[in-house]
């Protein structure tokens, strides 16, 4: 059995999903306001 974790993060959302095989067991869009993003120097 083949287990995967993926991540990608991107400059206003990042998403996520664990695989077993080929099946998608959990994934989720993860969104990043502008205004918590205007709070940060750099990204």
Known sequence: ???????NFGATSSKIAYFEDDQCLYKENLTHPADQLAACETI
């Open 1 to 7: 059995m083949k287990k995967i974790f993926v991540m």
